[in-house]
């Protein structure tokens, strides 16, 4: 008792306010859990609903294994505050944009909520930590001549690979993680169309986009070659 009344007063509550606390977001139905299993649950459900796994790999990969590793695998999740959160973002990785700063707080914050939602939580500790402001940039655009010097340059020297990725970008419509994980069987030659597979597209969603000559023509030198 005594040990819980000094607890209370370093954090500044009332004891009225600990007991209100516990009834708003105390004993979660489906018991506490590790962060590190927390997220292999986040990967199994939402690869069952049909979750592109190329944003499951690049959620987990880039913000919740590092902060995982960072809190510890076994730390259980019930125990992860705002301020570990915080010291996380603006201190641990503060040398990382803006733009990932706010990646890495959304992440967490819909993986917390997915355990709220199963039962393992009662409180998303993420939800009153401050974004930071991401000043958006002018977009860069590669005038033609400088593209057409790259990709004729490109050819020169073998770099078919990058070629046919680049084309398919600039042509197609194609974003740039999804045509590095596309294959050659994904080109119509005879429809003149690409197809960006579900299991590749950001959105999971199958697409076909027209090629059009210029592209066409590129892609036939490097097929050649």
Request: some cysteine; hydrophobic content about 35%; overall charge positive.
């Given at each position: 008792?005594?040990?819980?009344?000094?607890?209370?007063?370093?954090?500044?509550?009332?004891?009225?306010e600990?007991?209100?606390?516990?009834?708003?977001?105390?004993?979660c139905?489906?018991?506490?859990?590790?962060?590190?299993?927390?997220?292999?649950?986040?990967?199994?459900?939402?690869?069952?609903?049909?979750k592109?796994?190329i944003?499951?790999?690049?959620s987990i990969h880039?913000?919740?294994?590092?902060?995982s590793?960072?809190?510890?695998?076994?730390?259980?999740?019930?125990?992860?505050?705002?301020?570990?959160?915080?010291d996380?973002?603006?201190?641990?990785?503060k040398?990382?944009?803006?733009?990932?700063?706010?990646?890495?707080?959304?992440q967490?914050?819909?993986?917390?909520?997915?355990?709220?939602?199963?039962?393992?939580?009662?409180?998303?500790?993420?939800?009153?930590?401050e974004?930071?402001?991401?000043?958006?940039?002018?977009?860069?655009?590669?005038?033609?001549?400088?593209?057409?010097?790259?990709?004729?340059?490109?050819?020169?020297?073998?770099?078919?690979?990058?070629?046919?990725?680049?084309?398919?970008?600039?042509?197609?419509g194609?974003?740039?993680?999804?045509?590095?994980?596309?294959?050659?069987?994904?080109?119509?030659?005879n429809?003149?169309?690409?197809?960006?597979?579900?299991?590749?597209?950001?959105?999971?969603s199958?697409?076909?986009?027209?090629?059009?000559?210029?592209?066409?023509?590129?892609?036939?030198?490097?097929?050649?070659?």
């Amino acid at each position: 008792i005594l040990f819980c009344l000094e607890k209370i007063e370093e954090l500044g509550v009332s004891l009225t306010e600990v007991v209100q606390f516990y009834e708003k977001f105390g004993e979660c139905s489906k018991g506490d859990i590790s962060i590190e299993d927390s997220i292999k649950l986040f990967r199994k459900e939402k690869e069952k609903t049909g979750k592109s796994k190329i944003y499951l790999d690049k959620s987990i990969h880039s913000y919740l294994s590092p902060f995982s590793t960072h809190v510890g695998r076994e730390t259980l999740v019930s125990g992860i505050n705002e301020k570990m959160i915080e010291d996380y973002v603006y201190k641990t990785r503060k040398n990382v944009s803006p733009r990932t700063k706010v990646n890495l707080i959304n992440q967490l914050s819909i993986l917390f909520n997915f355990l709220i939602k199963k039962g393992h939580l009662k409180f998303n500790p993420t939800q009153n930590i401050e974004r930071p402001k991401v000043l958006k940039k002018k977009p860069t655009i590669i005038k033609v001549g400088d593209l057409r010097k790259l990709l004729d340059r490109g050819l020169k020297d073998g770099k078919f690979e990058e070629v046919t990725i680049l084309v398919l970008q600039c042509f197609c419509g194609v974003r740039s993680y999804e045509s590095g994980r596309m294959v050659w069987g994904d080109i119509d030659w005879n429809r003149k169309v690409v197809q960006v597979r579900s299991e590749v597209s950001k959105m999971s969603s199958h697409r076909i986009c027209e090629i059009p000559p210029n592209c066409f023509e590129f892609l036939r030198i490097v097929r050649e070659n």
